[in-house]
Nanobody
Framework: QVQLVESGGGLVQPGGSLRLSCAATGFPVSRAGMSWYRQAPGKGRELVASISGPDITTYAEFVKGRFTISRDNAKNTVYLQMNSLKPEDTAVYYC???????WGQGTQVTVSS
């Protein structure tokens, strides 16, 4: 059974960092197209970053240079390293497997002083 479980969210001050994890079961992340999305209160879900094929990565303009998507094949986990966080990054962050349109349950990230 395909399952995605996110962790690593929390409260952080502006300028701080967090690393989100997405632990996958039921398929190998090494060959999967994976994405991170986010949804802020009152807004739609938006694409943040994706990784596919031989570690080809793409980013939304609003996170370029600050966020990094990566994967650890041995742990079957996808990560989102978030640096220089801003209050507008506050949202629930979701992991997503592209092929099967599978979503994780989400993890809350709050950036506030």
């Amino acid at each position: 059974q395909v399952q995605l479980v996110e962790s690593g969210g929390g409260l952080v001050q502006p300028g701080g960092s967090l690393r989100l994890s997405c632990a996958a079961t039921g398929f190998p992340v090494s060959r999967a197209g994976m994405s991170w999305y986010r949804q802020a209160p009152g807004k739609g879900r938006e694409l943040v970053a994706s990784i596919s094929g031989p570690d080809i990565t793409t980013y939304a303009e609003f996170v370029k240079g600050r966020f990094t998507i990566s994967r650890d094949n041995a742990k079957n986990t996808v990560y989102l390293q978030m640096n220089s966080l801003k209050p507008e990054d506050t949202a629930v962050y979701y992991c997503y497997r592209i092929l099967t349109t599978t979503w994780g349950q989400g993890t809350q990230v709050t950036v506030s002083s």
